[in-house]
């Protein structure tokens, strides 16, 4: 049974501070689109358009992969347009929120692993996580390095103010097998240190389609920092993940620690430095949404600020935590998916595999980027009210 529950009066005034930022747009006033063509990006950055204090730019990584610049007074977000449409990075108020990688750069290849390092991708969509020994999907599926068949900017207003942002398309049809389009958005506002991130899957077959579908949201872990989001931290609802997948070798210890962390999974709410996230340690989370229907996480940081990612657990039903904090890589996700992340033959035993009809549509909707300290004690305390009304 779902727990049921009223914010107080003065919850319901504090979370009208978001409502500019947490708004689910329902009609867009106004917007111009401009298709992107690969011939606009060059090896020297260019300015693509400007509108007060938003623009866009272009240019190629010295990998030859196209990335796209969105900036905003307070920031920026650095986009692959052709490859996933991922958010290769963001920088707001002078701070770094992407996770520490062993790239430096996105490569041009599909591999999942071969190319790492970003701060946001889509995962799925006819399967995703770590394929087990009876799947032969890829890690994570096709999405994450997926090549758009078309890339536009956009500059628009809607109930939120005027933004920038990127969009696209990705068709994937395979004989005998799959037919959908992916159409992912994501926007930034003027004057926001979030952004709003989209994704529309559609399906063009005239039978049914599985359906699995992942948003892997990377920040950057910050020792002693505090990781507060709306679900009960208990066993029973923040599950430690006990099978290990087959491209994770573990150190002495790990298991052990992974025993410790299912009986007492608050143990992982300060990142403490020294702990054995390595290579990873994942949570199954039961999130619990506000009054508008979504959920929240942050990782407040010893000054104040946090990460924030917000996403709607009608649309995304399964929470998973990811930490990874090795020599050579760290990272903190923030993820939310139609289904846990151990690939499709276990998350189909689990109950887990959604379909799409013929002609039918998933859409899902993400917040995420960075708060002040102000902003962050807010967000804390509407958690906190959350959980415990």
């Known amino acids: 049974m779902k727990k049921r529950y009223r914010l107080s009066e003065e919850s319901l005034q504090r979370a009208e501070v978001f409502s500019k930022i947490m708004v689910e747009v329902k009609m867009v006033t106004k917007e111009t689109k401009i298709h992107l063509l690969s011939s606009q990006f060059s090896d020297k950055e260019t300015v693509l358009l400007e509108y007060g204090e938003l623009s866009a730019s272009t240019f190629r990584f010295d990998s030859g992969v196209c990335g796209i610049r969105l900036k905003n007074a307070l920031g920026e977000l650095v986009m692959l347009p052709y490859q996933g449409q991922q958010i290769w990075s963001a920088v707001f108020r002078g701070c770094n929120q ?39 999907h890829p890690l ?87 990781l507060v989001y709306s679900a009960m931290v208990t066993p029973e609802h923040a599950r430690v993940r006990r099978n290990i997948p087959s491209h994770v070798q573990v150190k002495p210890g790990y298991r052990e620690f992974i025993q410790e962390l299912s009986e007492h999974p608050e143990k992982h709410l300060v990142l403490e430095p020294g702990r054995p996230y390595d290579p990873e340690v994942v949570f199954w989370i039961d999130y619990l949404a506000d009054r508008d229907g979504w959920a929240h996480t942050i990782q407040v940081h010893p000054d104040g600020t946090a990460d924030v990612m917000r996403h709607r657990p ?73 959980v415990n009304v």
Request: net charge negative; hydrophobic share 40%; glycine share 12%.
């Open 140 to 226: 994570h599926g096709e999405l994450p390095n997926a090549p758009y068949s078309s890339a536009y900017v956009a500059l628009g207003e809607d109930e939120a103010g005027v933004y920038i942002g990127l969009g696209g398309i990705y068709r994937h049809t395979v004989a005998f097998s799959f037919n959908y389009l992916a159409q992912p958005f994501v926007k930034l506002h003027a004057g926001a240190t979030s952004f709003h991130i989209a994704m529309t899957v559609t399906n063009l077959k005239k039978s049914e389609m599985p359906l699995m579908y992942l948003a892997h949201l990377n920040f950057l872990p910050v020792d002693h920092s505090r």
């Open 98 to 136: 992407t996770m520490r990688s062993m790239f430096t750069q996105p490569y041009p290849t599909r591999e999942f692993l071969g190319t790492f390092g970003g701060l946001f991708q889509h995962c799925g969509a006819t399967a995703m996580g770590g394929p087990g020994p009876e799947d032969n």
């Open 314 to 386: 009608e649309q995304l039903a399964k929470g998973v935590r990811w930490i990874c904090r090795t020599a050579d890589q760290d990272a903190l996700g923030f993820e939310a998916g139609t289904a846990e992340a151990d690939g499709f033959t276990a998350e189909r035993k689990k109950g887990n595999l959604r379909f799409l009809p013929p002609g039918g549509l998933f859409h899902c909707d993400l917040q995420a980027g960075m708060l002040t300290v102000d902003e962050a004690q807010l967000e804390e305390d509407l958690i906190r009210e959350i």
